[in-house]
């Protein structure tokens, strides 16, 4: 029989390696990255949303009793933005990049960059505020950004539904009180929750200092490195990680 003392220090090891493992680290990295996104948004134009999109659900029908007919129709189109960004990013995974984590980080990378571009012909440098054509392009590249975590044809990790992740944290904290469930179950939501605060909070402390087009270029040099991470770190390993055993014993 396992000691009391070692049963207890194998479930806080085993809490922290469900936690803070790898995936669980990059959850933090890329939800931040969403809270950058949404403040570029937020901060950078008319308070347009690309995360919130029950706040856009909201807008796109009580625009047209408020007299807001523009914010209606604006809540509408980035709404479907963010779900064609899920349905891109998702058929991708399909075809293109199975078993390639870092295929959705790639597709956001890429629209950061044609919305910084489409920015600047637009505007050019010096403009503080962003057009309605960038912030389109956000909202899909934050759909596509939700893709990242998938198991079972199911997104796993929803990096920007800070309203579902509070639920589950909720949920995991009342498991933990009862002694039916463990810290696990919900300290993973809450820093998911809270690396999206702290990306918020820091895309707000930019927003003081640049303006729109600089954030989008900051937001798209961070994914593209992000990216690079995933594919160098995570995604190559877990396909080494599916080499037959004898072949990963040679190379040893």
């Not at 085993?14 to 493992?21: G, K, L, M």
């Not at 856009?56 to 408020?66: D, E, I, K, M």
């Not at 539904?161 to 009342?174: A, D, H, P, S």
């Not at 990306?199 to 729109?212: E, F, P, Q």
């Amino acid at each position: 029989m396992r000691p009391a003392g070692g049963a207890r220090l194998w479930k806080h090891v085993r809490v922290a390696s469900e936690t803070f493992n790898s995936e669980a680290r990059l959850s933090w990295v890329l939800a931040a990255l969403a809270g950058v996104i949404g403040a570029i948004s937020f901060t950078h134009s008319a308070g347009y949303f690309v995360v919130f999109m029950t706040g856009n659900a909201q807008r796109a029908v009580l625009g047209y009793f408020t007299g807001e007919v523009w914010f209606a129709v604006s809540a509408a189109l980035l709404m479907v933005a963010f779900v064609v960004g899920v349905v891109v990013a998702s058929a991708c995974r399909r075809r293109f990049w199975v078993d390639h984590p870092h295929g959705p980080t790639v597709l956001t990378t890429l629209t950061l960059a044609i919305a910084t571009l489409v920015d600047l012909i637009d505007e050019g440098w010096e403009e503080a505020s962003l057009d309605f054509a960038p912030i389109v392009l956000l909202s899909f590249a934050t759909g596509a950004l939700n893709t990242s975590f998938v198991k079972n044809g199911e997104v796993s990790v929803p990096l920007s539904y800070v309203t579902g992740t509070m639920v589950k944290m909720g949920q995991g904290i009342e498991r933990h009180m009862a002694g039916a469930g463990k810290a696990a179950d919900w300290l993973g939501y809450f820093l998911l929750l809270a690396s999206f605060i702290v990306g918020a909070a820091l895309g707000g402390l930019i927003s003081v200092l640049v303006n729109g087009t600089w954030m989008l270029v900051m937001a798209t040099v961070v994914c593209a490195l992000t990216t690079a991470y995933t594919y160098f770190h995570q995604d190559r390993r877990a396909l080494l990680d599916k080499r037959p055993e004898k072949e990963r014993r040679q190379q040893r």
